[in-house]
């Protein structure tokens, strides 16, 4: 059993900042790639970051230059730093784990930007 369990999420004003974290547990032995996805209202689910065991990122073309993903592997933990908030980025965040080839996903936290 893997579980990932984010935290972090709330409502913030237009262009101020919020930090994710998802800490990932059980049978994790070399968790591989991480990342964080969001989904808002009547939309799909759309990449927003992912980062390799190594520190290799990638973002989603909406978030470039205001969002930073970064992990911990000993704490088997991912981050996600968000800044200049904008309405648009409103969603819910789920954390994604990928282990032994088996995609993994936390129960999402709710992120609301007020314009």
């Known amino acids: 059993q893997v579980q990932l369990v984010e935290s972090g999420g709330g409502l913030v004003q237009a262009g101020g900042s919020l930090r994710l974290s998802c800490a990932a547990s059980?049978?994790?032995?070399?968790?591989?790639?991480m990342g964080w996805y969001r989904q808002a209202p009547g939309k799909q689910r759309e990449l927003v970051a992912v980062?390799?065991?190594?520190?290799?990122?990638n973002y989603g073309d909406s978030v470039k230059g205001r969002f930073t993903i970064s992990r911990d592997n000993a704490k088997n933990t991912v981050y996600l730093q968000m800044n200049s908030l904008k309405p648009e980025d409103t969603g819910v965040y789920y954390c994604?784990?990928?282990?032994?080839?088996?995609?993994?996903w936390g129960q999402g936290t709710q992120v609301t930007v007020s314009s």
């Open positions: 994604n784990g990928l282990v032994l080839g088996d995609n993994y």
């Open positions: 980062i390799t065991r190594g520190g290799s990122t």
């Open positions: 059980g049978s994790i032995f070399g968790i591989g790639a």
